[in-house]
């Protein structure tokens, strides 16, 4: 097959995200693999921006919860050894926007969490499955063992 | 991480199965771990055979549809040089029977196609999604391009 030459890693913020990145970060070892990371706004208020707007890291706002969002995902991209030019904060719905980054990245693995921060059952799966519908690349969900 | 040790590639006889095996034999190769493989049997009747029956696949039967099924499935193995012990042949509900036989044989990857021989745009992603939704295991969805 073609190795993977673009993987990118959607994190959440939650309690899950180091066993999802330490996937993510041996599959880029493994097929030297350049890894890329999103994080999608859509649990803070974002008034007069659009969807699927791209965050600038490098630069400080005044709205503080931004602020910290900003300085969860570069702390991960750090610990990752990510470069600031391939972390990603997106303002928008998770499934869409990490599927539109995909794309415009030339990504050709996903690696996102079997279910989100949410932690319902009900929803178990629920971003896994929404970014295989959407997705025009490989997606690996990683299971998310016992944290319903 | 834990290294993949036993990866399950689901088949499902439609022409996209080149492709799907041919991830999954890439990703035992990298992680040296044991490939099996599974058919399940949704597409011909079974009279009174449970659902979750593992049809044996070193026994003749009478059963043409059956015998052809065996020997797509051996076909199959035969190319990727995974023993007949690890080929799988079950009767039963896709999703349902894939991770179940995951968990008795202690499957850590399932690989998958993203969308099944439907071939439906309505459908894309069904059977990939069915089995995030019940494995306890990771997934890796193939994706189709191109191929709705």
């Given at each position: 097959?073609?190795?993977?030459?673009?993987i990118l890693?959607a994190?959440?913020?939650?309690e899950?995200?180091h066993?999802?990145a330490s996937k993510?970060?041996?599959?880029?070892?493994?097929f030297?693999?350049?890894?890329?990371?999103?994080?999608v706004?859509?649990?803070?208020?974002?008034?007069?921006?659009?969807y699927?707007?791209?965050?600038p890291?490098?630069?400080?706002s005044s709205?503080?919860?931004?602020?910290?969002?900003?300085?969860?995902?570069?702390?991960?991209?750090n610990?990752l050894?990510i470069v600031?030019?391939r972390?990603?904060?997106v303002?928008?719905e998770t499934?869409q926007?990490i599927?539109?980054?995909?794309?415009?990245e030339d990504?050709d693995l996903?690696?996102v969490?079997?279910h989100?921060?949410h932690?319902?059952?009900v929803l178990?799966?629920?971003?896994?499955?929404g970014?295989?519908?959407h997705?025009?690349?490989?997606?690996?969900a990683v299971?998310?063992?016992?944290?319903?």
């Open positions: 097959m073609n190795n993977y030459q673009n890693l994190v959440d913020f939650s899950f995200d066993l999802v993510a970060k041996s599959m880029a070892e493994l030297s693999a350049q890894l890329h990371i999103i994080h706004l859509d649990n803070i208020p974002m008034p007069d921006t659009p699927g707007t791209v965050i890291l490098n630069e400080n709205y503080d919860l931004l602020e910290t969002e900003k300085k969860n995902l570069i702390q991960i991209g610990e050894n600031l030019e972390c990603w904060m303002w928008g499934e926007e599927t539109r980054l995909a794309v415009k990504i996903i690696v969490g079997s989100g921060r932690g319902l059952a178990m799966g629920s971003t896994a499955k970014v295989i519908y997705a025009e690349c490989d997606v690996l299971h998310l063992k016992n944290h319903v």
